[in-house]
């Protein structure tokens, strides 16, 4: 199969989605482009700080979605089951359950002035759905950072040359920031200016490699790095760090994708990889973290599925991916939990079992409370009913 062919499919698909079935979304939520965000209607500076041009606030999000799990994840999906299951994953999971995940949390959090999910389902579903959801969040961002930072160490031991680029673009993010959130400089010059600094720390970086000193336990190390730094940005006024920083990587996926496709319409390879293949293994489908992390998305979903509900809303646009999402998670999990028991993995094993018993329980509560009130239209909008949590 010609991979030239399969992007302009791919891309046409995409488009599609877009247009069709993100105007559809957006009637949904009821999306108004000149409705006040949190953002401008209360402002603190900290948390609730208006970007400065949606470019900027979309390489944001962007940069936030387009990690190591959705690049490498295709590729590892591709090995398993074949190219054609793991193309059909990208472009009808991005249409009809990634896009509607992200777009309808969002939209749940502007239409509750800006609170995060498991604010709202305090809201909606009750305290202890809050508590429980808090837990779940808890649990799983502990084996997600564990990974990332051991992952992260690994390749600032291993590739020594990326580690003035890694921090150098901290570095860099912060000034963008204050040149456009503090000095008021135009987001252009400060672009450039960020642009000309992440080039030089990827030249310096490729000729003055840094290792550290500390032998084998250099990735403990860096480990510790990079478990301070995330607690400083997470601390950290969004606009002065991770949003700049985001904002600027951006331009490196862009090349990056600017470079795959101009090699594509130059090369047109034919794809290698058989269409479809049996899977077999005994690691499971999706790894623990991996699991959890799309645990999340699918609790997430529930969540915006009962507000939908309760603003008389049509739901199967959520109810369905939140249903899928939990069913392949859960079943994930389970085929995990097993593995890890029978290897004597007993703290993996109990990791799983947490997130599984928790993730159950809140779906559960999350029935029970919609067959309580049985409340649909008229019932309080998201921001009515934070409010009522407030008072």
């Known amino acids: 199969m010609n991979s030239l062919a399969l992007a302009g499919a791919c891309g046409g698909a995409l488009y599609l989605g877009y247009v069709l079935y993100g105007r559809l979304m957006a009637r949904l939520w009821d999306f108004q ?30 940069a936030s979605i387009a990690g190591v799990g959705p690049i490498v994840g295709p590729v590892l999906a591709c090995a398993v089951w074949g190219w054609v299951p793991a193309l059909l994953w990208i472009v009808l999971g991005s249409i009809f359950i990634g896009a509607v995940h992200d777009f309808s949390s969002l939209m749940a959090s502007l239409r509750a002035r800006g609170r995060s999910i498991a604010e709202i389902a305090d809201a909606h ?29 690994q390749a600032l031991d291993g590739m020594p040359q990326v580690v003035i680029p890694t921090f150098g673009v901290i570095a ?40 550290l000193p500390f032998g084998e336990q250099n990735e403990v190390a860096w480990t ?44 047109r390879p034919t794809v290698q990889a058989p269409p479809v293949q049996s899977y077999s293994g005994s690691q ?5 973290f991996g699991s959890a992390n799309q645990l999340i998305g699918a609790l997430a979903l529930v969540v915006v599925t009962v507000v939908l509900w309760r603003m008389g809303k049509p739901v199967i646009y959520t109810l369905v991916p939140a249903v899928f ?46 067959a309580r009130t049985g409340a649909r239209a008229g019932a309080a909008r998201p921001a009515e009913a934070a409010g009522a949590r407030e008072g």
Request: charged content about 10%; proline content about 6%; aromatic content about 12%.
């Open 33 to 62: 482009p000149d409705r006040p965000t949190p953002a401008t209607q209360t402002p603190d500076g900290v948390d609730y700080v208006a970007a400065k041009h949606w470019t900027v606030l979309f390489g944001h999000h962007f």
């Open 125 to 153: 579903l009750g305290h202890r759905v809050k508590l429980i959801f808090g837990a779940f969040l808890w649990l799983a961002l502990l084996l997600v950072v564990a990974v990332f930072a051991h992952f992260g160490a």
């Open 172 to 211: 860099t993010a912060v000034l963008v920031g204050m040149m456009m959130y503090r000095w008021g400089m135009p987001q252009t010059p400060a672009t450039l200016i960020g642009l000309a600094m992440l080039t030089g720390f990827l030249v310096l970086g490729y000729y003055v490699p840094i290792k």
């Open 224 to 267: 510790v790095v990079l478990l301070v730094y995330a607690y400083c940005a997470s601390i950290t006024p969004v606009n002065l760090l991770l949003q700049p920083r985001d904002y600027l990587s951006t331009f490196v996926l862009y090349a990056g994708m600017l470079a795959g496709y101009v090699g594509l319409l130059l090369t």
């Open 284 to 288: 499971g489908p999706l790894p623990t």
């Open 325 to 370: 999402m939990l069913a392949t998670t859960i079943a994930a999990l389970i085929y995990q939990g097993r593995e890890f028991v029978s290897s004597g993995k007993m703290l993996l094993a109990a990791i799983s079992a947490a997130l599984l018993v928790l993730a159950l329980v809140m779906v559960v509560d999350s029935i029970r409370a919609v």
